[in-house]
C-alpha cells in the first residue's frame, strides 16, 4: 500500500501524470518520486488498477456552479485529479453545468432544470438534468454518468463494432460521459445534440484500454447557412487548436455516423464526431475533448438567441414533429449509444430516452412540396456540404 | 418446358399439390400424371424453382372487393392455386380487403383508405392502404408484401435468431404478409397488430425451406378486460380450430416477444404470436394461419364500435401519446420485422414505418398517478395475465 501513500503526497505538480495509462509528460521531482514509488510496487499498481482507486493529485475544484454533487465525492475528485477518471468526471460536471446555466438563461419565464442524481445498483450512477415544457425549451436535457463494473456479451459487441476486438464476452469496464440533446420549440432554432465520453476496458491479458469519444451536431428544421456555418466554424476552431487535421476528419466522420440509412439523409446538418481516440497522448486527448465541451455554448447559444423569436405557424410545427419523428428514429434504430446505454445492465432508460423529443409525428409518405424551404432543407440532407 | 405445360393442364384438382415443397396429398389421376412429368424433367423442376413460377391449379379468385390488383396478375394467381406462393398471395390481398372494409365501415365521415401499389427494383412489390385523420382512426395501415430475391448479410442474421441456421452469407427468398397496425383516435379504443407470413429460402445445397409465421396483439390504453377477453377467446377460438396447444403457446409466445426490455413490460395485453411454422403440412399450415386472419375483424371490430364514441378528455389523450411512445420505442428497438424490413435491399420504408403512430410523447420520467387507471394497466403490463 505504500505506492498508494506516495502518490496522495503527489499533489498538484502531479497533474501531467495521466491515470492508468502511465504518460509521464511533467519532470517535476515529486512526479519522478511517485513514478519510482510505483514502479518498485506492483502489487500497488494491480491493486489501483482493479479496484479503480484514484490516484492522489490535488487540484481545487470550483464546484459551486455544478447542477449537483458529483458522483464521485467531491473531495476524492479534487485529490486525483491526475486520474483521468476523475479528471473527467470534473470536466463533465463543469461543462453539464456550463450548457444548463447558458440554457436557462434563455428562459424568459424563469424555467430551470430539473436535476435527478441516480446511482446504479451495479456500480457509478448520474445527474440528469432535463427542462422539459419551457418557453423557449420544449425539451432539453444534459446528462452525466459515471458508470463502471462488467459489460455484458451484447455491449461488448457494440464495442467490437466500434473497432475495438475483444475475445471475451464479458469485460470490466469503466465509461464517464457528458451527453445532451436540445429540442427547443420554436422550429425556426435547431435541436442540437453533444456527446463527450471517456472509456476504459481491461482486456483478457489484464490490459486497461482506454479511449475517448464524442460530437457534436445541428438539426436544423429550416436551413440558415449562416447558422449552420456558425456552427462548424465554432467546433472546427476547437479542433484546430489540436490538430489541423481533425475537423476535417470529423466532420466526415459525423455526416457518416448521422445517417438515416432506411431515408438515405443525414439527421441533420452535421458538425463532428469522432470515436476510439487515444493518440497522441492521454493528457492531449483530454484537452482536445475539453475545447470540444467548451465550443457547445459559443456554438449553440448564438444560433437560440437569434431565432428563438422568429414568427412560424402551424405548418412549420407539423414539419418540425416530423422531422422529430426522423430523429426519434435515428436514435432508436441506429444511434451506438442508444443501444449500448440500454444493453448494459442496470441502464436508466429515462436518462438514454431523454434524447427522445418531447412529440414527434409520422405520416404515412410525408414529402415536402417541391421548392419549399422544408425540400430545400431535404436536399442538404441527402447530399451534405462543406460548411467551412 | 414441357414439365411447365403438363403443370398449366393440372386444374384445380391438383390444388393440394402444395407449390415447391412436394407435398403430395391428393391422389387424383391428373396430379399424379403431373408428378410423372416433373420427376422426368429434372432441368423443369430446377428452371421453375429458379425463378419462381407459379404451378398450375386452376381456383376462380373473386378478387372484386380488393384493394387493388395482385402484385401476380390474377390469372397466374388463378391458374396456380396449388403453389403455397400463389396460395398466399390470394389470401393475403384477401384479409387486406376484409380488414379495411370492416374499418372503413366505422368512419362516419366517408374516410377511405389510400392505396398505394408500389414495385421492388429487386423483385417482386406490395399494396399499402392507409387510412390517416380520419375520424375513428388516427392512422390505420393495412399492407401486403410479395417480395422475393437475395437477402443481405443483415436480413439472414435476422432470421438466424429465429431459430434457421444458415451458413450463407446470402440467400435466395421469397416472403408475403399482410401486416397491419390500427391507431384509433379515441384512447379508450386500443390499437391492435397483426401480421400473417409466409417465407421461402433456398439454402446452400439448393433445398427449399418454408415456413409461416404470424400473430396479433391487442394495445389498450385503458384496460376494459371485457375487451381482452374477447379478443384473446376469438383468437383462441381461430388456433383451436386446428391444434388445442396452439394458443396457450402461441399466447406465451406473444407475451414474450411483445416486451419492451428496457421498460420491463409488454407492448400491451398480448394475444398470439408465432414463427417458424412447418408442422405438420404445408397445406393445414395454411388453413391456420387463414383462420387467425379470418379471426382479426371479429376479434377486433366489437371493441372498436363499443368504445368509439366514448367520452375523454386532456389527460386521456396525453395518457395515449405517451403510451404511443412506447409502441413506437418497440416497433424501432426490438421488432425483427422492422429490423428485417429496413435490412432487406430496396425496402419500401413508408410501409415498414405505417406501424409508427401519427403522434407520439416521450415526457421524462413519465409515471402514472399510484392507483389510477393508467397505473392499473401499467400493473398488468408489467406482469401479463391470462384472459381465457
Known sequence: MRGIHFLKQLGTSGKALSG????FTSRSKPVRYCITGLF?????LY???KHQVCHAATLKLDSSKWMSEPLTDLNTLEKNQNDMKCRVEAMIM????????ALEELEPEGDKFLVDKWHRAEGGGGVTC????????????VNVSVVHGTLPPGAVQQMKSRGKNFKSQTLPFFAAGVSSVIHPRNPMVPTMHFNYRYFEVVDEGGKRIWWFGGGADLTPYYLDEKDAKHFHKTLKGACDKHDKGYYPRFKKWCDEYFFIKHRGMTRGVGGIFFDDIDEPSQDKCFKFVESC?????????PIVQKNKNSGYGYAERQWQLIRRGHYAEFNLIYDRGTKFGLQTPGARYESILMSLPLNAKWEYRHEPKPGSLEAKLTEVLKK???WV
Do not use: M, N, W
Request: net charge negative; proline share 5%.
Open 20 to 23: 492508468l495509462s502511465l504518460y
Open 40 to 44: 518498485a510496487s506492483g502489487i500497488t
Open 47 to 49: 491493486y489501483t488498477a
Open 94 to 101: 463543469r461543462i453539464q453545468a456550463d450548457v444548463c446555466h
Open 130 to 141: 432535463v427542462l422539459q415544457d419551457g418557453v423557449t425549451f420544449e425539451k432539453a436535457g
Open 293 to 301: 465541451g467548451d465550443a457547445i455554448v459559443p456554438a449553440y447559444i
Open 384 to 386: 451534405p456540404r462543406e
